[in-house]
């Protein structure tokens, strides 16, 4: 009696001396997404990068699992994020790249995963780009905006509106701009030019870097962007600036919800032109300006994991690191990244890129980090981020609501890397649409002329006015087109997608 009396004493002050978190996150992770912008397949060290070098998501694949044949939902961003937050193709609402100005995309009666996640408990964050659109109607930049992340689940928001390379540049805390004096009231405008900072394609003389027809609008830290804006002075952001400006806030997020399980959404600029890296990270790689923002993106994610190592996090979060795209080289901005990409190979030897119905349009580069569940490996499953939603709902014990995700699968099992199972149909959304079926890759016809913004972005979009069939496990380069040759293929998967776009 006396020694069980003896062991009850010790386990009693071994457990009241547990810090709380500890306990308290035993059940469930916290959920970090890491999204990268236009980050290709090949454009990390692990996937065989040339030219730059990416430690901090190399140490995350060798001490999780690397995914060979993951993909973002469509080949462009805004659809991208749409079907991440939402489990639904973007198609289903005609989203497509938007406006700096545009409103908010998601309805806020639709379930999404921040609010899933909310259900079971979690402090839900975002910090980065949004470009899911905002408020209702016009927006009034001098006023809480009343449509954005706080309606579609997020209880902190800390945003780039659109992206770097659109009006406003300004970021927005909780959907109010920071910094904003009022007596210096904000105006957008998309289309009417207005006066109020100057045009690049007047005084292409302040420029850092020159652009094409399409960005030459306000001129802000010396980039000319899309549309025209006046006012906001001191709110103006310093492109050189916002990598440590939203690493800060995402690492602030997480020190604040140390007690709680949280879903962080950091959602990094990089690699998205205007690609301006802060003189911390110039001349870091071998590619300019494009090698150096990859460096720099893979510090900001040192930066996260340092972050949540300090805290005593790391091994109880769940770090879902990937991009919303394939990789770009010519997007809008003269950087010489054609030039200067050398023998590295943005999409990893497959063909296509951002804007593409081929391969590396879709295909991310995608890592799964959980030390206290998940093995170091590597994963051939053929997955989508579309259905995050209902495999992380699988994890927190949340079911999915009827109407909700409607695209969404429960794939769990695969993404933690103790199933090889994927998908049997695979859904690749661009200007016309790719669809896999095992490692048979169709893509349906298209017979409109490539428009001429795509042209100059030196990218074949895939249109074709004739069906389009690849066996990737023999010509992963998408090269030879069989389509002639297996008929019966191509009819079951034409039949399978038209299914999908009919549902």
């Known amino acids: 009696m006396r020694v069980l009396y003896c062991f009850k004493i010790i386990f009693f002050g071994i457990f009241c001396c547990m810090p709380f978190k500890a306990y308290t996150q035993s059940t469930n992770p916290n959920i970090v997404i ?10 990390i060290g692990v996937n065989g990068a040339i030219g730059v070098e990416t430690p901090h998501i190399d140490t995350l694949a060798k001490n999780g699992l690397n995914f060979t044949d993951a993909h973002c939902s469509a080949s462009t961003c805004t659809p991208s994020r749409y079907s991440l937050l939402t489990g639904s193709y973007a198609f289903r609402n005609n989203a497509e790249i938007l406006e ?51 309606e579609v689940g997020f209880d902190y928001s800390f945003l780039i509106p659109a992206t770097g390379d659109r009006v406003p540049c300004v970021f927005l805390e909780n959907q109010k701009v920071v ?21 690049g394609f007047q005084r292409p003389e302040l420029l850092k870097q020159h652009t094409d027809p399409y960005h030459q609008g306000a001129i802000i830290n010396g980039i000319s962007r899309i549309g025209y804006m006046k006012g906001g002075k001191d709110a103006l952001w310093v492109d050189e600036n916002i990598p440590f400006v939203l690493t800060d ?16 959404y950091f959602a990094l600029h990089d690699i998205h032109q205007p690609r301006i890296a802060n ?27 340092e972050a949540l190592e300090k805290q005593g996090l790391l091994d109880n979060t769940l770090i879902i690191f990937t991009s919303d795209n394939g990789p770009i080289l010519d997007d809008g901005y003269l950087d010489y990244a054609r030039e200067l990409v050398g023998d590295h190979k943005p999409g990893g030897g497959y063909r296509g890129s951002k804007y593409s119905a081929y391969e590396a349009g879709t295909r991310m580069p995608t890592v799964v980090h959980w030390p206290k569940e998940v093995k170091p490996g590597v994963s051939n499953a053929l997955l989508s981020q579309v259905d995050l939603y209902a495999s992380l709902a699988s994890l927190v014990n949340q079911k999915v609501a009827k109407g909700d995700a409607v695209d969404s699968q429960n794939f ?33 016809p ?8 795509i ?48 549902k």
């Open 34 to 43: 890491i999204y990268v912008d236009d980050l290709g397949y090949g454009d």
């Open 100 to 150: 700096g100005d545009a409103p908010l995309i998601i309805n806020p009666n639709m379930g999404t995963l921040p609010k899933m996640l909310q259900k079971a408990g979690y402090k839900t964050g975002v910090v980065g780009k949004w470009h899911l659109g905002l408020g209702k109607g016009k927006i009034n930049w001098n006023e809480k905006i009343p449509l954005g992340p706080e």
């Open 179 to 199: 910094g904003l004096d009022p007596n210096d009231p904000i105006t957008v405008s998309y289309g009417t030019r207005i006066e109020g900072y100057p045009w």
């Open 249 to 264: 806030k995402a690492n602030a997020f997480i020190n604040n919800n140390t007690n709680n399980p949280f879903f962080l």
């Open 279 to 305: 003189i911390k990270f110039v001349e870091s790689s071998t590619m300019g300006p494009r090698g150096d923002v990859i460096a720099q993106m893979d510090w900001c994610v040192g930066q996260i994991t």
């Open 412 to 444: 769990l099992a695969s993404w933690l890397g103790k199933s090889d199972k994927g998908r049997k149909f695979l859904l690749e959304e661009s200007y016309t649409y790719g669809f896999r079926m095992d490692n048979w890759k169709y893509i349906k």
């Open 446 to 453: 298209k017979e409109a002329p490539v428009p001429n913004w």
């Open 455 to 502: 042209v100059q972005k030196f990218v074949d979009p895939g249109f074709r006015p004739e069906p389009q069939l690849f066996n990737l496990a023999e010509d992963p380069s998408e090269s030879k087109n069989i389509a002639s040759k297996y008929p019966k293929i191509v009819a079951k998967m034409e039949a399978e997608l038209k299914e999908i776009l009919e």
